[in-house]
């Protein structure tokens, strides 16, 4: 409990303090799954809407995933961010997020899963450090660290985590991701985004092609 009032308390007073100057935005993804640092949830293709507050660097919002089948793999989070300009093509952020599983009720501490995160930039490379933690009685203790690369078009990832993330839930690779995206012209005013990836976890010896459109 006390890790959602938290974030919560962090959320609203963002909300009331940036209220005036915050910017809002809506939007929602539908992909072919969910596949997620290496690992697929529920089955079917997922729609995945968000909600965000944003002011300077700092963001507060809301992501969901919720997938078309019986086995819905249900998500419902909270996040808080900051990012910080540094030299020139470099960042750093910090992002607080509560992941929840809507199918067991909110104020359950067994249902929230508080994670920290640390992400930084330089030129096209990047690197994040995220380390989930869930209510003693989950055991949940996960590491997960990644390393991003841009080439142009092509985005490739290589992620390695313990936990969840693995077969075994020793630390491994987990996440070994090429993407891309373009938008396709549908009207001469309107174009639609779209991105995909082929991504393969050799811990759990799984590979997954991924479509998605972002609306």
Request: with cysteine; aromatic share 16%; net charge negative.
């Amino acid at each position: 409990m006390r890790k959602k009032l938290i974030l919560l308390t962090i959320v609203f007073t963002a909300i009331f303090s940036f209220g005036v100057s915050a910017q809002f935005d809506v939007g929602v993804d539908i992909f072919s799954s969910y596949v997620w640092r290496g690992t697929k949830f529920g089955a079917g293709p997922a729609m995945q809407p968000w909600v965000e507050f944003s002011t300077g660097g700092f963001s507060i919002g809301a992501w969901g995933s919720y997938c078309f089948s019986m086995n819905e793999a249900m998500e419902a989070d909270l996040y808080a961010s900051y990012s910080f300009d540094m030299a020139e093509s470099s960042s750093l952020s910090f992002t607080v997020t509560d992941y929840y599983l809507p199918d067991a009720p909110w104020f359950n501490d067994e249902s929230h899963f508080f994670e920290p995160m640390a992400s930084v930039g330089v030129g096209s490379f990047s690197f994040t450090a995220a380390y989930m933690i869930g209510a003693e009685e989950t055991e949940v203790s996960d590491i997960y660290l990644e390393a991003g690369l841009s080439l142009g078009s092509v985005n490739l990832t290589l992620g390695a985590g313990d936990g969840m993330y693995t077969s075994d839930e020793k630390f491994n690779v987990c996440n070994i991701g090429i993407g891309t995206s373009k938008d396709i012209s549908i009207t001469d005013t309107f174009s639609l985004p779209v991105s995909g990836a082929v991504i393969l976890n050799p811990s759990k010896e799984v590979f997954y092609v991924v479509v998605g459109i972002s609306l």
